[in-house]
């Protein structure tokens, strides 16, 4: 790629923008009042605002490999903290996506360097779901269910943080868990019963 486009096609962006709407970028610098914070994975396929089709200043954005909540990192949970709290988003998305590069290579024996302790944590999720993914016999079957569990195991992470729960109560925030199809476009909402997903565990984590 030349880089020098990118300029070029900033310059047709804005173009664009101040043609439909004069007052689009001057609206923009004023602020922003998202309502949902979005937590999805980096892959450069995968691009959150586009596949939601919703426009800047609507959505808050974390992308990392395989799109992971751990909570000793502290740009994720930064992140968290800042859109809840301060932006006070009534919703976050987890959203996952098939032929994810980032769970496919946990699931490999081999040494990845810097990138072994980022992805222990998709291990750590396929150990808790052994069971049931060593039951799938097709291999590409069986990713597909890891990444679902996964987004699952990332929110269950993000129901665990003292302000997500806080605003739950507060002012009834949601933790959606999403999978994006990259065959299709397809956006699928997992329906994650977090109720009855919680129940046994709930006492464990529960900071109120």
Known sequence: ???????????????????????YFSDLSKGQTP???????????????????????????????????????LGVMSVINYAVVHLKVNHIVVCGHY????????MKSADMGILNPW?????????????ELNAIADEEQ?????????????CINVLKTA???????????????????VHSGQLIDLQIDFIKLLENIKEIYRLD
């Open 99 to 106: 032929n994810c590069g980032g769970v496919q290579a946990a």
């Open 163 to 181: 302000e997500v729960q806080k605003a739950q109560l507060d002012r009834g925030l949601t933790v959606h868990g999403w999978v994006f199809d």
């Open 35 to 73: 309502d949902i914070l979005y937590i999805g994975c980096s892959d450069s396929r995968v691009t959150a605002e586009e596949l939601m089709g919703v426009s800047p200043g609507e959505v808050f954005v974390l992308r990392n490999i395989a799109n992971m909540v751990p909570n000793t990192d």
């Open 1 to 23: 790629m030349d880089i020098t486009r990118i300029f070029k096609n900033n310059q047709s962006w804005v173009q664009k923008k101040l043609s439909v709407e004069p007052g």
């Open 119 to 131: 992805l222990r944590n998709i291990r750590d999720v396929y150990r808790t779901h052994r069971d």
């Open 142 to 154: 069986r990713y597909k269910r890891l990444v679902e569990l996964n987004v699952e195991e990332q």
